[in-house]
Nanobody, 126 residues
Framework: QVQLAESGGGLVQAGGSVRLSCAASGRPFRRYAMGWFRQAPGKEREFVAAVSWSDSSTYYADSVKGRFTISRDNAKNTLYLQMNSLKPEDTAVYYC???????????????????WGQGTQVTVSS
């Protein structure tokens, strides 16, 4: 399995921006499609965005489309999530995860991802 560690969360005002990073170690990072999920208190974990192993295909939840950008740097074994125009409803713990299937094609199902990081808190104040 690949080991993942998120960073970059914090407190930000509505309308602001934050960039999350996810550092990977262990098995070759470039073999995996990668995703970001989030979980707010009392809610289920939900899909945010994903990127193919080659960075050629990206997928977004409707709630973040046009505001968030997922990217990866395979040379640095790092996944990113640039979050702009943040809203209070974006407040959550954000997790990165590696897709189980090498042929990942955009599933938003939590069960299609494994090797989760520990999460990083993002709090958006109004």
């Amino acid at each position: 399995q690949v080991q993942l560690a998120e960073s970059g969360g914090g407190l930000v005002q509505a309308g602001g921006s934050v960039r999350l990073s996810c550092a990977a170690s262990g098995r070759p990072f470039r073999r995996y499609a990668m995703g970001w999920f989030r979980q707010a208190p009392g809610k289920e974990r939900e899909f945010v965005a994903a990127v193919s192993w080659s960075d050629s295909s990206t997928y977004y939840a409707d709630s973040v489309k046009g505001r968030f950008t997922i990217s990866r740097d395979n040379a640095k074994n790092t996944l990113y999530l640039q979050m702009n125009s943040l809203k209070p409803e974006d407040t959550a713990v954000y997790y990165c995860a590696a897709a189980r299937d090498v042929y990942y094609s955009g599933s938003s199902n939590v069960d299609d991802f494994g090797s989760w990081g520990q999460g990083t808190q993002v709090t958006v104040s109004s």
